[in-house]
């Protein structure tokens, strides 16, 4: 059984969710500070899986959800689930380089390796494409890993230009978003983040980075 999806960890989850103690509501509640009316955007899940990380908080808060998700199976399921969302089967990282809508807000729960790729690092730059502007980016950020595989170190390394590509500051992440930002035309205007906690001892710490956008 899956450790992140074990009754006990959904159930855990739930309890989170309930008591509003999930990181991804702490991190609405900065949004909503910040003049983000939820109740009002769009918004994207660009993985959905199975949707029992932040996806029914995310469906909740906003007036309108697209989730992507690969397997054909989790169509079905993610429907049943989310009634009112539109979702779609298909490779994110090749829907994103060609989106057919745009949104206020778009969210990559990517996973540390997803088949073949590393991170969220293929969604850039093709995802500010798929943002209205101003523009939200939520997305995990995982800044010291014990990982080392050399291929995952290589691409961290070009991505965020550091020289230890298995440490890496606020700092330097920070630089890399903004200079990111730049060279696609947009300004991060607030950056913050929150620290996912996954139920998972053997995970290294994640977190949520948050971007909001606005174009140049
Ligand atoms: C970390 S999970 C997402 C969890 C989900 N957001 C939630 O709330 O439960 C990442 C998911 O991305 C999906 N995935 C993997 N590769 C993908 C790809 N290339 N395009 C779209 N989805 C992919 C897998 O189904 C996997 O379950």
Redesign the pocket.
Known sequence: MNT??GPLILAAKQLRRTLKLSPIQFVFRRLRQNGIRLGTITAL????????????D?YAAVKHLDI????PP?REMLQRKFPRAKVT???????IQSPRNTYDLV?M???EQ??D?FEHFEMFPHVFNALNNPGVLIF?ETPVIRDRDPERLRQRQEFYMVKDPSTISWAEVEAAYNRRARESGWIIDHFFRERRWVFDLKSDPMYYTVLMLRRL
């Open positions: 992140f999806t899940e660009a993985f959905g899986g199975t949707g029992v990380n932040q996806t029914p995310l992507w998700d690969i397997s989790r089967i298909g490779d994110s990282y090749l829907m969210l729960d990517v996973g997803m088949g790729r995990n």
